[in-house]
């Protein structure tokens, strides 16, 4: 379908050799955690690293304490290895993706190719000058084979030669991300994991009797939860839920009148995401046959408000700081909300239990992950309903 | 519905800005409703993102709708037989805004075009010469914004003729010809701003020389390309003036969505609403205003559009008012400056196109 009529010249190298190599090791090998665990030192070392969260989240994650605490969930009757050459498509617009995508690719026992965004982020580039920097520490030579890391500009041709190479891919990005890549042709037994858009749902369930510092702190979480990414990362909620009887509820209008000072305070909007905002809520009154109300007291914290739950709130695309909001009056009534879509629930004043046990009495077709609010964006090797590594290993039945 | 007649016989910039509202206000409430009644989609928004058409006081506490919305849908008004649909060029995602002209929408652009046009340029409107391919006007180009510019403005002049033929290539010899005409009718020129500034390059050493006020010169739609180019409106007028011998040079700002309604920028250099019309500088929050001198997206308002809701409509263009009632120009009512598009943010997260 297509053909190589590209020049190979126009794939970056950033890393690593575009060899094809697909050199595999066991999953949760020593060498991998330990390198994980260099960058770790790598990033913690300069403090001016410090202002970008994203990285230091990320070097955080690759502890070699926290690694084996993880690598101890997995230690199973099977032995699990890479199942080859790991082709990774990052978004173009997230910093960090495409570290934890490579080191979910190690981890797992892969030869790794990674698509690095296309724009350029200060954080990406300084994650790879570490890499670079101890790639070539002499106990790495098996992981230095391992990790090819390149740049292009987006072609059909060259991604679609890529994917004929590889045992693997991890497609981020979306549904038309995928479904362009689905186009590609790939070896018979390549396997992938695809991100999806997905909608994320934040529940709260006020206490009876709470003190305002606790408001503050809830408030605030939820802030970089929704905040945080314009709420356009899969798992920022976009959608919030009560449950409550009170018809007035005072921990709710204390808790919106919090994340409006925070706001105000920190978040930062101008003319074009303005437009984009009340753009796509008109696109969704007209595309969705719900009726609601939307409440504009304060342009960056749009409410938009639902009288009964329905499936259909997925359709109401909300970004920039707007949000459906629903009252219920009984837990089970968010089987109504709950489809395919649906993918974090952060939760506040609820057990993850209490989800998990209507997950499983009302056999509901969503929730992939269930975190505290504040946690939406605390990434793991399970997402989005996939055991990643897992997934990317090649399983030894006995 | 509106009693367009009687707007007519006024002079379009006649009426300060407090009469100005008067007018305008009963008659964008009519078309609230029209619209209302009789577009399902433009109900829809207005009943479930504003809340209510009742209650407004002041014109600037109507609802207006995003300019992107005639990029994702087909919004039309009424459903006959005789509706035309004109195409822009896309700025987002490259989608093409689909508006639905009826017969009497297109007879009021096209009567508005002419009282704006007379009372900026008081001339005989024998010829115009078109910066532009015959093609323009042949074929789905007609629907674009271009073609439907041209179409406008060729139905006002006795005459017309194209400065470029079919291949692009600049016909000397008709400019020439008109050039050394007996006529002492003045003769305009017009065409898109990009348009006219690749022409500019063309002819640069042909020695082309309009005699002194012979010629005016009309530009719009094309700044954001120019910008890209960085081309000033001092480099460019200057250039016109070095290359052509032209002085009377009016930039005039409009878009597909409100064809008719345009705003010409006076010998001042400020743009102007006319009766037909009002804009709003809108800050980051849109529900409040921007203070004067202040820049902030454009919303722009239209009478004229009756077969499809885009009376009342936010833009994607930085602008910002200048002064009411006082330009030096003479003409009342508010008076602007436009900015191009406002600049875009990155998009943040993890959902993007391959």
């Not at chain 1, 913690?44 to 690598?71: E, P, V």
């Not at chain 2, 367009?4 to 407090?18: A, T």
């Not at chain 2, 000397?172 to 500034?197: H, Q």
């Not at chain 2, 330009?327 to 406002?342: D, E, M, P, S, V």
Request: charged share 25%; with cysteine.
């Amino acid at each position: 379908m297509y053909t190589e009529n590209f020049s190979k010249k126009n794939i970056k190298i950033v890393i690593g050799k575009l060899d094809f190599n697909s050199d595999i090791d066991i999953a949760w090998s020593d060498e991998t955690i330990e390198f994980l665990n260099n960058i770790y030192l790598q990033i913690n070392k300069k403090r001016t690293y410090k202002k970008f969260t994203d990285l230091m989240t990320f070097g955080f994650w690759c502890r070699k304490s926290n690694l084996l605490k993880i690598k101890s969930d997995y230690e199973k009757k099977y032995r699990m290895f890479g199942r080859g050459l790991v082709l990774h498509i990052t978004p173009s617009n997230a910093s960090m993706n495409f570290a934890f995508s490579l080191a979910i690719g190690l981890l797992s026992g892969n030869s790794n190719l990674v698509r690095l965004p296309q724009r350029s982020f200060v954080q990406t580039n300084l994650l790879c000058k570490i890499i670079k920097k101890i790639i070539h520490k002499k106990n790495f030579k098996n992981i230095r084979k391992r990790v090819c890391i390149v740049k292009y500009e987006k072609s059909n041709e060259i991604s679609a030669y890529l994917s004929s190479k590889v045992d693997a891919r991890i497609i981020w990005g979306g549904d038309e991300t995928i479904n362009q890549f689905k186009k590609y042709m790939t070896k018979p037994r390549c396997i992938d994991l695809n991100f999806s858009n997905r909608y994320s749902i934040c529940l709260i369930k006020p206490p009876l009797n709470k003190i305002q510092g606790d408001i503050a702190n809830l408030a605030l979480r939820f802030y970089n939860d929704a905040y945080f990414m314009d709420q356009q990362g899969c798992s920022s909620p976009q959608a919030v839920i009560w449950l409550t009887k009170e018809k007035k509820c005072n921990f709710k209008i204390k808790f919106w009148k919090k994340v409006s000072e925070i706001v105000e305070k920190n978040y930062k909007s101008d003319l074009s995401t303005a437009g984009k905002k009340i753009s796509l809520i008109s696109e969704s009154a007209i595309k969705s046959n719900l009726s609601f109300k939307t409440k504009y007291k304060n342009f960056k914290i749009i409410k938009i408000n639902l009288k009964n739950p329905s499936k259909d709130i997925e359709k109401i695309k909300c970004q920039f700081g707007t949000f459906v909001e629903i009252q219920i009056t009984n837990l089970k009534d968010i089987k109504n909300i709950i489809s395919k879509q649906t993918q974090t629930m952060s939760l506040f004043g609820i057990e993850p239990k209490e989800i998990e046990g209507l997950i499983q009495k009302y056999k509901l077709p969503g929730i992939d992950r269930i975190v505290p609010i504040g946690r939406a964006f605390d990434i793991g090797p399970i997402w989005d309903g996939y055991d990643t590594i897992t997934s990317l290993s090649r399983i030894i039945g006995r | 519905m509106i009693n367009y007649q009687k707007i007519f016989k006024l002079d379009p910039y006649s009426l300060n800005q407090r009469k100005k509202q008067e007018l305008l206000l009963p008659n964008f409430k009519k078309l609230n409703y029209f619209h209302y009644k009789n577009c399902e989609s433009y109900r829809k928004i207005i009943d479930k993102v504003y809340g209510e058409l009742d209650n407004k006081k002041k014109l600037k506490d109507l609802p207006f709708i995003h300019v992107s919305l005639f990029k994702k849908f087909e919004l039309k008004t009424k459903q006959v037989k005789d509706l035309k649909i004109f195409k822009s060029s896309g700025t987002s995602n490259n989608l093409l805004s689909k508006i639905s002209i009826d017969k009497t929408t297109s007879l009021l652009q096209a009567r508005a075009l002419n009282k704006i046009f007379s009372n900026f340029f008081n001339i005989k409107k024998t010829k115009i010469l078109f910066v532009d391919t015959p093609n323009v006007l042949i074929g789905s180009s007609l629907y674009s914004a271009r073609g439907a510019a041209v179409n406008g403005f060729k139905q006002m002049f006795k005459n017309y003729e194209f400065l470029l033929d079919n291949k692009n290539s600049v016909q000397i010899k008709n400019i020439k010809k008109n050039i050394n005409s007996d006529s002492n009718e003045k003769i305009v020129i017009f065409g898109f701003t990009s348009l006219i500034w690749d022409f500019l390059k063309k002819i640069k050493k042909k020695n082309i020389k309009f005699k002194k006020g012979q010629a005016i010169l009309i530009h719009g739609g094309g700044w954001k390309r120019m910008e890209n180019k960085s081309v000033s409106k001092k480099i460019f007028n200057d250039s016109i003036k070095d290359i052509l011998n032209i002085t009377d040079i009016h930039n005039y700002y409009g878009m597909i969505e409100q064809t008719g309604s345009i705003f010409f920028e006076c010998e001042k250099g400020y743009f102007h609403p006319s009766i037909f019309s009002e804009i709003f500088i809108r800050d980051k929050n849109l529900s409040n205003l921007s203070q004067m001198r202040k820049r902030g997206l454009i919303q722009s308002l239209s009478i004229l559009p009756n077969s499809y809701p885009g009376h009342n409509i936010l833009t994607e263009d930085l602008g910002e008012l200048c002064g009411i009632d006082d330009c030096k120009c003479g003409r009342k009512g508010k008076y602007f400056l436009i900015f191009g598009r406002a600049p875009k943010t990155e998009a943040r997260g993890c959902s993007d196109v391959y």
